[in-house]
């Protein structure tokens, strides 16, 4: 039984928070539901968050992220573009998005009609590593 419960946890998809620094500074993060990818571009100094929903993201007027546990805060906008199953949000500044990745538990990101909410366990050191990127380029 213990060889059966080994083989099924490996088989189980990995839904860790990752890093990378190249070619821009990158955190993403997948669930069965959802992936997250954050970046930040030292060429163009934006920080752009980008939400594939698996359900797709349908047409709406504004779109939000709750972060829930020690630090919890809800950011809004209006300023979101819809690709294919892809929200992204782009902006010059992301000091309360990487704040809510980082000191939470859960992020839940919702527009009128939809939602899809992730774990930020095993965020904070990725995030960590992000700020890092951002403030010097990793090469």
């Known amino acids: 039984m213990r060889y059966l419960t080994a083989f099924a946890l490996l088989a189980s ?7 990378s620094p190249s070619p821009i500074c990158t955190l993403s993060h997948q669930e069965e539901a959802a992936e997250i990818t954050v970046t930040y571009d030292h060429a163009t100094r ?12 349908p047409s709406a007027p504004a779109f939000s ?5 020690a630090q919890p805060n809800t950011i809004s906008t209006t ?7 892809t929200l992204t949000v782009t902006d010059a ?6 704040d809510g990745l980082e000191f939470n538990s859960t992020a839940t990101a919702f527009t009128q ?9 095993g965020a904070a050191p990725e995030v960590q590593k992000f700020r890092a990127c951002t403030a010097t380029p990793i090469v």
């Open 113 to 121: 009609t939809a939602a899809v909410t992730v774990s930020l366990t």
């Open 65 to 69: 992220i709750r972060f829930d546990g």
């Open 79 to 85: 300023r979101h573009i819809t690709t294919g199953q």
């Open 13 to 19: 998809p990995a839904h860790a928070w990752d890093f």
């Open 46 to 57: 934006l920080y752009a968050i980008a939400v594939t929903n698996t359900d797709g993201w």
């Open 93 to 98: 500044g992301f000091g309360n998005v990487l």
